[in-house]
């Protein structure tokens, strides 16, 4: 009986770390501060565009002041919307809507939420073989299946998020923002291979390929 209290316990501890630890970590961390009057009302209208809703909005005042980011985090009913200076004050309005789509998109398929499942199941396997409750052998083998499955489904997922993104504002406007902050970051989207196979997270390249295979089919 103690050991199932172990294990449980083992398992919700990884589920809250994984699902509450970034937005305790980013409120703690992080410089933030309230958006402004004409800031919130700007980012109200954006994301009503892009159909997202949250229970809080912060602006991250980054050191690099053209330093695009858009992330929600936190559990339901305590998300938080965490958008960077530079998405509110120069950011092309088509780029800062296909940003908060993919947020919506990822917030509606219960993205983060999911990971957070995966994991804890992970950890508490780990922990039911360290304490013997299970044979290593099997328990070995139900790690392999399950990671394997989480990567699978965990990219699925995604591309759920990305379609549902699409849904609201178009699949075209999406791969433009994703393509628009890449090129202002530097960097060229990379495509999958053998080795992104074992990520839950597809290649951002391999997203936008499929965005635009949606837009040409639609």
Do not use: C, H, N
């Not at 501890?13 to 958006?35: K, M, N, Q």
């Not at 602006?59 to 305590?78: F, H, L, M, N």
């Not at 219960?110 to 290593?136: C, M, N, P, S």
Request: no cysteine; net charge negative; aromatic share 8%.
């Amino acid at each position: 009986m103690l050991t199932a209290v172990f294990l449980l316990g083992v398992a919700v501890l990884a589920l809250l770390t994984v699902e509450i630890g970034p937005l305790y970590a980013a409120d703690r961390f992080r410089d933030l501060r309230d958006p402004t009057d004409p800031e919130r009302a700007a980012l109200d209208e954006l994301r009503r565009e892009a159909g997202l809703g949250v229970d809080r909005v912060a602006i991250v005042e980054a050191a690099d002041p053209d330093a695009i980011d858009v992330s929600v985090k936190g559990p339901p009913r305590r998300r938080v919307l965490f958008v960077t200076e530079a998405v509110v004050g120069g950011l092309e309005e088509d780029v800062a809507v296909g940003l908060l789509a993919a947020e919506a998109g990822r917030v509606g398929t219960y993205y983060a939420e999911f990971r957070a499942v995966a994991v804890a199941v992970v950890v508490g396997v780990l922990a039911a073989i360290v304490t013997a409750t299970i044979a290593f052998d099997a328990g070995f083998l139900a790690l392999v299946a399950i990671g394997l499955a989480s990567f699978w489904v965990g990219r699925r997922v995604q591309y759920a998020a990305d379609d549902r993104a699409a849904d609201a504002v178009g699949a075209d406007r999406v791969a433009d923002a994703f393509e628009r902050v890449a090129e202002r970051r530097g960097v060229e989207p990379e495509t999958g291979d053998w080795s992104t196979w074992f990520e839950v997270q597809p290649p951002l390249g391999d997203r936008i390929a499929a965005l635009r295979r949606r837009a040409d089919g639609e």
